[in-house]
């Protein structure tokens, strides 16, 4: 595709739900990232994939958070029983090698009642 | 995983001055050094990077410069603009990517 496209734009839940977000990489782009920013702030590594590796997760806040990666494309992040304090933009960057550029999607903005 | 700090959090400078961004990294071992911008409401983007077998790089503006001894890197914007006002992340990788904290750079016209 032309850029990292990401899904929804926009969501807004209950509290205790689930939410899924997806993110669409670059086309053979190895490297994926998951990023947190809160309202004002910075951006807060949560996951990354690499290749057939597995994955770092180094950065993920608690067990309610986990994302996989199918095929080395599309990645989904599922937050659990999500709490207010999960209101945020999570964005997704993909890059072709380990350290390069990386080309962040538009996010996913994630409001929870 | 890396730790990268940066200062200060916000910048405030007149049009036409200059502006400094300073980041400091934990792991000796990272090796590539990359700078985004993000405007208000929009993704980040890359402005300019740098590898370890480097000390400095330019592109018209913008400058970075790398000392690897006492692991910090900086971010200089010469004759600063109105449009340089955004928020500018510094971030140190060795394997993942790893961001400062941000700085708000208001330039007043």
């Known amino acids: 595709g032309a850029g990292v496209s990401q899904s929804p734009s926009n969501k807004v839940t209950e509290k205790g739900k689930d939410v899924e977000l997806r993110c669409d990489p670059i086309?053979?782009?190895?490297?994926l990232y998951w990023y947190r920013q809160s309202l004002g702030q910075g951006l807060e590594f949560l996951i990354y994939?690499?290749?057939?590796?597995?994955?770092?997760k180094s950065g993920l806040p608690s067990d309610r958070f986990s994302a996989e990666r199918t095929g080395g494309s599309v990645s989904t992040l599922t937050i659990q029983r999500t709490q207010q304090e999960d209101s945020a933009v999570y964005l997704c960057?993909?890059?072709?090698?380990?350290?390069?550029?990386?080309?962040f999607g538009e996010g996913s903005r994630l409001t929870v009642l | 995983g890396e730790n990268v700090e940066q200062h200060p959090s916000t910048l405030s400078v007149q049009e036409g001055d200059s502006a400094v961004i300073k980041c400091t990294y934990s792991?000796?071992?990272?090796?590539?050094f990359p700078w985004y911008k993000q405007e208000l409401g929009k993704r980040p983007q890359l402005i300019i990077d740098?590898?370890?077998?480097?000390g400095e790089k330019k592109d018209q503006r913008i400058a970075v410069t790398l000392n690897k001894t006492a692991k910090h890197f900086s971010l200089h914007i010469t004759e600063t603009q109105p449009e340089d006002s955004a928020v500018y992340f510094c971030?140190?990788?060795?394997?993942?990517?790893?961001f400062g904290a941000g700085t708000r750079l208001t330039v007043k016209p």
């Open positions: 792991d000796s071992a990272s090796n590539y």
């Open positions: 960057a993909s890059s072709f090698t380990k350290t390069g550029e990386l080309f």
């Open positions: 740098i590898r370890s077998n480097v």
């Open positions: 971030a140190a990788s060795i394997d993942d990517m790893r």
């Open positions: 994939f690499q290749g057939n590796s597995a994955p770092d």
């Open positions: 086309s053979g782009h190895t490297a």
